[in-house]
């Protein structure tokens, strides 16, 4: 384990669903991210907080709302999601935000059906 | 012209081979260069990193940095099946958590 958990694993949600991924780091760090893994595609940054605070929004689509209650945890509301939304979803913490250590939960893997 | 180039793959060693990964960028802000290994199923996980230029040895594994090319490399000593896996670049400014990722190279080591 990596110290940074992301529930659940696996997740198959119709487009006039809602759900929430969920992100528990256990490392102290300051800093979460969301992070989204389509095939044959880089790594594409959501959204960051840096003590607790939103940081970055990298023009994500308002159907996906992040919330950050502390800097242990962090969801990705979910809400009339597209096909081509599935990917998967990756949760990423690091000590300040900063540095180059971000460390990576085992990812969502979503299927919008 | 994309930030960061990485040639996907697959690349397909024997095991015991040297291998070399690569990737290639643009912008000359960066200075954090990382690798990371993802196997399937599972999230990318650090490997290692080097600030600037240079050279970074961690047992079977060396990082270089050229930044007068612009190109970074990961080499795999004694390779082993275990080392099967997908292999991320990637890289960020100074003060910055904007890390900028290759596509990845999946490598499979043949037993």
């Known amino acids: 384990e990596t110290g940074v958990t992301q529930t659940p694993r696996h997740l198959v949600m119709g487009m006039t669903n809602k759900k929430s991924l969920k992100c528990e780091q256990h490392?102290?760090?300051?800093?979460m991210y969301w992070y989204k893994q389509s095939a044959k595609k880089p790594l594409e940054l959501m959204f960051v907080?840096?003590?607790?605070?939103?940081?970055e929004n990298n023009s994500v689509p308002s159907r996906f709302s992040p919330e950050c209650p502390n800097s242990s945890h962090l969801f990705l509301h979910l809400h009339t999601l597209q096909p081509e939304d599935s990917a998967l979803y990756l949760c990423a913490s690091s000590q300040d935000g900063q540095g180059p250590e971000a460390f990576f939960g085992q990812g969502t893997r979503l299927t919008v059906v | 012209q994309k930030e960061v180039e990485q040639d996907p793959g697959p690349l397909s060693v024997p095991e015991g081979a040297i291998v070399s990964l690569n990737c290639t960028y643009s912008?000359?802000?960066?200075?954090?260069f990382m690798w990371y290994r993802q196997y399937s199923r599972k999230g990318p996980e650090l490997l290692m990193y080097?600030?600037?230029?240079g050279n970074k040895e961690d047992g079977r594994f060396t990082a270089q940095v050229d930044k007068s090319s612009k190109y970074i490399s990961l080499f795999i000593r004694d390779s082993q099946p275990s080392d099967s896996a997908t292999y991320l670049c990637?890289?960020?400014?100074?003060?910055?958590?904007?890390?900028?990722f290759g596509t990845g190279t999946r490598l499979k080591v043949l037993a």
């Open positions: 907080y840096n003590f607790k605070e939103q940081t």
């Open positions: 990637a890289m960020s400014g100074e003060g910055t958590y904007k890390y900028i």
């Open positions: 912008n000359s802000a960066f200075q954090y």
């Open positions: 080097t600030y600037s230029s």
């Open positions: 490392l102290g760090h300051n800093a």
